[in-house]
């Protein structure tokens, strides 16, 4: 089956970076999209950044349009996002999920059949 681990997060002061990294493995067939989402307490989870298998597509959200950074190393079945000019609403846990073809929605966490364990990423002020 497919499965993805996160690494990568942290503390960090405000305008710093941070990036994270998935690792994947599994069935190609069903990790068409990539994408990685977000989740802070009491609030819903939210798509932060979707990558196509081949990096012809990508989505961000408004919220973090010039700051992240989705892309991969398909040689070593990664997928990486650079996380630059942080600011403590950032604050969250980034999960790591992917998809199938079929995805249309593509920043909907319900999209995703396939998720990673998350990892935390924390920006004080």
């Known amino acids: 089956q497919v499965q993805l681990v996160e690494s990568g997060g942290g503390s960090v002061e405000a305008g710093g970076s941070l990036r994270l990294s998935c690792a994947v493995s599994?069935?190609?067939?069903?990790?068409?999209?990539m994408a990685w989402f977000r989740q802070a307490p009491g609030r819903e989870r939210e798509g932060v950044a979707v990558?196509?298998?081949?990096?012809?597509?990508?989505y961000y959200a408004d919220a973090v349009k010039g700051r992240f950074t989705i892309s991969q190393d398909t040689t070593k079945n990664r997928l990486y996002l650079q996380m630059n000019s942080l600011q403590p609403e950032d604050t969250a846990v980034y999960y790591c999920?992917?998809?199938?073809?079929?995805?249309?929605?593509?920043?909907?966490?319900?999209?995703?059949?396939?998720w990673g364990q998350g990892t935390q990423v924390t920006v004080s002020s």
């Open positions: 999920a992917a998809g199938p073809t079929t995805v249309k929605y593509h920043l909907r966490a319900t999209e995703y059949p396939y």
């Open positions: 599994g069935y190609t067939g069903s990790t068409y999209y």
């Open positions: 990558s196509s298998v081949t990096s012809s597509v990508t």
